[in-house]
């Protein structure tokens, strides 16, 4: 972890290179295909629901002088990559960069540990190195957004607010099947956008909170552990993090984890708020419906 108030690449990009090299992720970057995965949850939203583009364009700046060949892309809640970067100006700060932005278009169908069957986008399972880029925010559904929740975006579109109806009856049983995405994909790495964070509610239309926190882990459990006493919330208020430490996943207990910069006590007293009561995960059938439809008509519109 280590503090930063600003969104410059050039620096961010410094800030990259500094933790990666404590990471010590396996093998080069050199010649490999890197997909930077942000949070691109709607072009409607407010820029304060996604990943800064400048955040986005840092990464970028560090992977490309590491030689690899970088790719951005998600599976937005409505819309696609390329439209939701260009509403909430990724695409700008992208611009002059060799980076090429990719749609989630191709379906794999994939069991699940716990049985579920899951539709993930191919472009998510064949990269080499899988870099996610979360917006650190409030979740009206599951408390907090941050590594963990953002990799559920490898699912493809509208197979995510299926499994919302089929298995979202308890906010426990939709963690799992998150958490159980996990050992499926590629290598990865997590860079997490703390510096202006949402909360209060969200993920679209909560309050923005100066935060300067950047946070980096090779394990997308660890990050939301140390992020979550950065927060000062209450663990167990977070499905993600009560399935994960009732698993003994690695990364789920603090006392395990190492801080060689910053620790999360050097963030405290920003004032995060959380939801104290979560909404049900659950579609009801007319939202769902009303968004497939809204999703066909974004995609005539172009």
């Known amino acids: 972890m280590q503090k930063c108030d600003t969104y410059d690449r050039s620096i961010l990009a410094e800030w990259i290179d500094k933790v990666v090299r404590l990471l010590e992720p396996r093998g080069s970057f050199y010649g490999k295909t890197v997909l930077l995965k942000p949070n691109l949850i709607s072009s409607k939203g407010p820029r304060l629901a996604c990943t800064h583009g400048e955040f986005v364009a840092g990464a970028s700046v560090w992977f490309l002088e590491q030689g690899a060949r970088v790719l951005v892309g998600d599976s937005p809640a409505f819309g696609n990559t390329t439209k939701v970067c260009e509403k909430q100006g990724i695409s700008r700060a992208l611009h002059g960069l060799d980076v090429k932005l990719i749609d989630f278009v191709s379906p794999v169908r994939v069991q699940l540990a716990g049985g579920t069957t899951v539709t993930l986008a191919r472009e998510a399972l064949e990269c080499d190195f899988l870099v996610g880029l979360p917006k650190i925010k409030a979740h009206q559904q599951m408390f907090v957004t941050m590594a963990v929740k953002n990799m559920f975006g490898t699912v493809k579109g509208v197979k995510k607010a299926l499994l919302h109806m089929v298995h979202g009856g308890s906010h426990d049983r939709f963690a799992e099947i998150i958490l159980d995405l ?12 703390g510096i202006e964070v949402m909360h209060g509610t969200g993920p ?11 946070a980096a882990s090779l394990c997308p459990v660890a990050l939301d552990t140390a992020m979550l006493q950065v927060l000062q919330l209450t663990a167990d208020s977070s499905p993600l993090w009560r399935v994960a430490a009732e698993r003994g996943l690695v990364g789920s207990s603090l006392a395990n984890l190492r801080f060689p910069l910053l620790a999360p006590e050097d963030f405290q007293g920003a ?10 995960v659950r579609f009801n059938p007319g939202r769902l419906f009303g968004g497939m439809v809204k999703r066909v008509t974004m995609k005539i519109a172009g």
């Open 204 to 214: 679209l239309h909560g309050n923005p909170l100066t935060l300067n926190c950047l």
């Open 271 to 280: 004032g995060f708020f959380a939801p104290d009561i979560l909404d049900a």
């Open 182 to 193: 996990l050992p499926l994909l590629p290598p990865q790495l997590h860079l997490a956008d």
